[in-house]
C-alpha cells in the first residue's frame, strides 16, 4: 500500500492528463452533435474521431485539441488525489475492522472505489468538466464561438449561473464517478492480484507490479469501465454543454438524446473514450504505484 497517497495521485493525475487531453476532447465533440440539439451541425458534422481531429487541427492548429483542457490540467492533481486519497483511507479502515476477510477484498475494493468516485465527482470532477465542455460545445462547428479563453469562460458561467453554474450535471457526473470507479478499482485490485500471486509461505508479500503491468492491469480496468458508462457520460456532457438548460432533469436528457438519434446516440464518442481511458487509468496507476514507491522512499530517509 502507499503510504503518501495524495502526493502521488496528484502528482500522477498531472502528469497523464497533457497525453491524454485530446482523446477527451474528441470524444466529447462526437458526444455532443445530437440530432436533439439546435447546433447539430447536419452535413457539417464529424463523421467519425479522426474526422473531428483533422478538422481541428485544420481550422485551429495542434493546440485546438486542447480547448477546455486548461481546467482539467488545473483539477487533474486534486482530482487524482482525492480519488486515491479516499481510496487508500477507506481501504485502511476497512483493513483495520476487518472487513475484507468478511466480505471479500475485491467487495471492499468496489465498495471504497464507489465511495471515492462520489468524493471526486462532487467536489472536482463537475466544475471543471462544466468548463472544459463549455469551451468545446463553443469550437463545434456550429458553436457560437463566444469564450475567449478559460478566465472568460469561468466568468460568464458564474454571470450567467452563480455558483451553481459550475455544478450543471451533478447527478450523472456522480453516477458515473462513483460507478467508473467501482469498476476500476475492483477490476484493478483483481487483475493485481492474480499477477503478483499469493504471498510466500513465510508471509512474505508478493513483490509489487512492474511499472507495465501496472498500466496493463489499469488501462484493462479502465477500458471496461468506459464501455460500461458511455451512455451516462453521454448524457453528462450534454447537461454541462450549451444547451443544458433544455434539459429539465438527466432522465430528460437521455429521453431526448433517444427520440432525437435513438439508443445508439448514447455511445456517440466511445471509440476515442476507451482509447482515453485506457491511458489514463492506467497510467494512472501505474504512476501512482511507481512515483508512490518514490515519495515514500524519500520521505523515510
Same mark, same amino acid.
Given at each position: 500500500m502507499v503510504k503518501h497517497p495524495v502526493a502521488a495521485g496528484a502528482l500522477a493525475g498531472m502528469m497523464e492528463i497533457g497525453v491524454t487531453f485530446p482523446f477527451e476532447y474528441v470524444k466529447t465533440q462526437l458526444q455532443l452533435q445530437q440530432e436533439a440539439s439546435s447546433l447539430f451541425a447536419g452535413a457539417d458534422k464529424y463523421r467519425n474521431a479522426f474526422h473531428c481531429a483533422s478538422v481541428t487541427v485544420r481550422e485551429y492548429g495542434f493546440f485546438g485539441l486542447y480547448r477546455g483542457g486548461a481546467s482539467w490540467i488545473l483539477f487533474a492533481g486534486p482530482r487524482s488525489a482525492l480519488r486515491f486519497g479516499c481510496f487508500e483511507a477507506l481501504s485502511s479502515a476497512s483493513s483495520r475492522n476487518g472487513l475484507p476477510e468478511r466480505f471479500g477484498q475485491s467487495s471492499m475494493d468496489t465498495a471504497n472505489g464507489l465511495v471515492a468516485g462520489v468524493v471526486e465527482a462532487a467536489l472536482c470532477q463537475t466544475p471543471s468538466q462544466v468548463i472544459g465542455i463549455k %469551451?468545446?460545445?463553443d469550437q463545434s462547428p456550429r458553436g457560437p464561438k463566444h469564450y475567449s479563453g478559460l478566465m472568460h469562460c469561468v466568468g460568464s458561467i458564474h454571470r450567467a449561473d452563480g455558483v451553481l453554474g459550475f455544478f450543471q450535471g451533478l447527478t450523472p457526473a456522480v453516477l458515473k #464517478?462513483?460507478?467508473t470507479n467501482a469498476i476500476r478499482f475492483f477490476g484493478y485490485g483483481h487483475i493485481k492480484r492474480i499477477v503478483q500471486g499469493p504471498p510466500s509461505?513465510? #508471509?512474505t508479500p508478493p513483490p509489487p507490479l512492474t511499472p507495465m503491468q501496472a498500466m496493463l492491469a489499469g488501462g484493462t480496468a479502465g477500458a471496461a469501465s468506459a464501455v460500461l458508462t458511455q451512455p451516462i457520460d453521454t448524457v453528462k456532457a450534454n447537461?454541462? #454543454? *450549451?444547451?443544458?438548460?433544455? $434539459?429539465? +432533469? +438527466? $432522465?430528460?436528457c437521455a429521453a431526448a %438524446? =433517444?427520440?432525437? @438519434? #435513438? %439508443?445508439?446516440? *448514447?455511445?456517440? @464518442? =466511445? @471509440?476515442p473514450r476507451v482509447v482515453r481511458v485506457f491511458i489514463e487509468v492506467g497510467l494512472? $496507476?501505474?504512476l501512482f504505484e +511507481?512515483?508512490?514507491? *518514490?515519495?515514500?522512499?524519500a520521505l523515510a530517509n
Open positions: %469551451l468545446i460545445h #464517478g462513483a460507478t509461505a513465510d #508471509g447537461m454541462m #454543454g *450549451l444547451e443544458a438548460a433544455r $434539459f429539465k +432533469s +438527466s $432522465f430528460a %438524446l =433517444v427520440r432525437a @438519434g #435513438g %439508443l445508439p446516440a *448514447l455511445m456517440n @464518442g =466511445v @471509440g494512472q $496507476f501505474s +511507481s512515483v508512490g514507491r *518514490l515519495i515514500d522512499r
